[in-house]
């Protein structure tokens, strides 16, 4: 039977950042489910001189360790004008809404989450307390309080943060974002969003590849499907299941650092360490209370821009609730096609309020974003069906003939039917706490050796659901086997 010292269970940045760490002494074997490295980094190609990421897109904190490598390799967009460029708001109706209005809303809905954390710290400890409980409320006492807005413009406003920051937190629903502990999260230190180059986050992958000594050591469309503790060897049997070769194969181990993310644990948690009673019991709640969301990108990729030069970014503000633009005969001819109920174009629509407008390349390109319900909605259709409604949405806001500039690429994420992913990232839910990220972290010691470190962006214990994350739990939990091995 095969043996390693250390089986670092997926190859996503947290894996590869471990095997970086393990180095050419330690004797390990890196298995991967899938058949690329890099797992929710996902960087790719959507034009001639131009890669694009359907995962993380920003690099968070220019202070973080992460930053570093990023800044050395190169991939960071220095992008002096920025400053100066400004989002498009727009109505159902075509109408413009000044950028300052909107910045001032920003504004709003961040001190809403500051008084809603100051009210909820006051609230019976223990007890949870929702986002939607108080923000939205709170934001809404605001907006009446300032004679800037229009009355008929609150609703759209709040229902936009909302969508917003249900794209962010990466939630099912603000009901169930918990909002103590969201407001007791740290962002990485440092500037908080960071764009990359043209060439995505893929160097940091091959980087970080590039320390793992030979191919002999990956093992890429392999699944960890079964981990016991062998106590008389008091080594660990790591079942492996082969998808191409359609195998079986068993492997011996000291210690796994394990990877994987919530919501594929979620899943598989109780299958594969079915034999080790103690470590189900210890992890468990965590598992079951902390929430792991779906966000998703509709990359549309176009010849010639038909926004505003000078835009970075595309709001829709949904001011009249049940509207539906006028479909294009494309958009009929794909619905009757798919024998596709209409509602879903609503859906889709009505889920859309936010673009950015990609900076680092002439290529006109806009990332649109979907969070919440509408994020698993767009899983189930085809990329052409759904970026084609987002391009009508934002061509009927924007008042533009949508046959005149049809996109010439579309691409879409599908976080959450990737069974080896089963969506996006973590984040803190009414029924789960700080404890629960710490019995997450814990490490399992069946004998008094820590045996598996876990390790990946849920295990963080300030900025979980980031690659720095991602990083410095697959470093740290490297670093505590190579202090037991020595
Ligand atoms: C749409 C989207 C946008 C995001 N935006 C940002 C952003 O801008 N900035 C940011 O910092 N973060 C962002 N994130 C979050 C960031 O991508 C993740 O936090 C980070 O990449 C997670 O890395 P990881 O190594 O912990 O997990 P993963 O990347 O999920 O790696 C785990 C690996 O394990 C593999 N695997 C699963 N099960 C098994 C098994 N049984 N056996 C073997 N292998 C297995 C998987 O295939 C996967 O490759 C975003 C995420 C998404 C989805």
Redesign the pocket.
């Known amino acids: 039977m095969e043996y390693a010292q250390v089986i670092i ?7 590869l950042a471990a095997a970086k760490t393990l180095g050419h002494a330690v004797k390990y074997v890196l ?4 058949d690329y490295l ?4 996902l960087t790719v190609d959507a034009a001639p001189d131009l890669a694009v990421d359907m ?6 904190g220019d202070k973080s360790a992460l930053y570093k490598i990023c800044d050395e390799l190169k991939m960071l967009l220095d992008d002096d004008d920025a400053d100066d460029d400004e989002a498009v708001v727009v109505t159902t109706d075509g109408k413009t809404i000044n950028s300052e209005l909107m910045d001032k809303a920003t504004d709003f809905w961040e001190r809403s989450i500051d008084d809603a954390e100051d009210k909820s710290d006051g609230q019976q400890s223990g007890l949870a307390v929702s986002f939607a409980d108080f923000v939205p409320k709170v934001f809404q006492r605001r907006l009446l309080s300032c004679s800037l807005f229009p009355r008929e413009l609150f609703g759209p406003i709040t229902d936009y943060f909302m969508k917003s920051e249900m794209t962010d937190a990466n939630c099912i629903s603000l009901s169930d974002l918990n909002l103590i502990e969201y407001s007791n999260y740290e962002d990485p230190p440092g500037e908080y969003e960071n764009d990359l180059k043209y060439t995505g986050y893929r160097p940091l992958v091959n980087y970080l590849k590039s320390f793992i000594p030979n191919d002999q050591r990956i093992r890429l469309n ?4 079964r981990v016991k503790f062998l106590s008389t060897e008091r080594k660990l049997s790591v079942e492996i299941h082969d998808s191409q070769k359609q195998q079986k194969k068993t492997m011996i181990c000291d210690h796994i650092i394990w ?3 919530l919501g ?1 644990l979620k899943e598989h948690f109780h299958r594969i360490f079915a034999d080790e009673h103690d470590l189900l019991r210890q992890k468990q709640n965590a598992i079951t209370n902390i929430g792991f969301g779906v ?3 509709v990359i549309l990729i176009y010849k010639k821009k038909f926004w505003r030069q000078s835009a970075n970014s595309i709001i829709l503000l949904h001011t009249q609730e049940n509207h539906l633009f006028e479909m294009s005969d494309t958009l009929r001819q794909l619905l009757s096609n798919g024998s596709i109920d209409p509602s879903v174009v609503q859906e889709v629509a009505h889920g859309l309020s936010y673009c950015d407008v990609l900076p680092c390349t002439d290529i006109p390109v806009l990332v649109c974003w979907f969070g919440g319900p509408a994020a698993i909605t767009i899983e189930n259709f085809t990329e052409q069906f759904i970026g084609q409604i987002c391009h009508e949405t934002i061509c009927s806001y924007l008042k533009i003939d949508q046959d005149r500039y049809p996109p010439v690429r579309v691409l879409k ?1 599908g ?1 959450h039917n990737n069974k ?2 089963r969506g ?2 973590s984040y803190h839910s009414v029924r789960s706490s700080k404890q629960d990220g710490k019995q997450l972290r814990i490490p399992y010691a069946p004998d008094g050796i820590q045996r598996i470190l876990f390790a ?2 849920a295990t963080h214990e300030q900025y979980y ?6 990083f410095e739990t ?1 470093t740290q939990a490297a670093k505590k086997i190579l202090s037991i091995i020595n």
Not at 9 to 15: E, K, L, M, N, Y
Not at 31 to 34: G, M, N, S, V, Y
Not at 55 to 60: P, R, T, W
Request: proline share 0%; glycine share 20%.
């Open positions: 269970v997926g190859g996503g940045i947290s894996g298995i991967e489910a899938q890099g797992g929710r980094v995962g993380a897109q920003y690099v968070l392999c699944e960890v499907v990877t994987t993310s594929y966000l998703n990108k994420s976080w080896y992913t996006s990232y990946g962006e659901a980031s690659v720095n994350a991602a697959g």
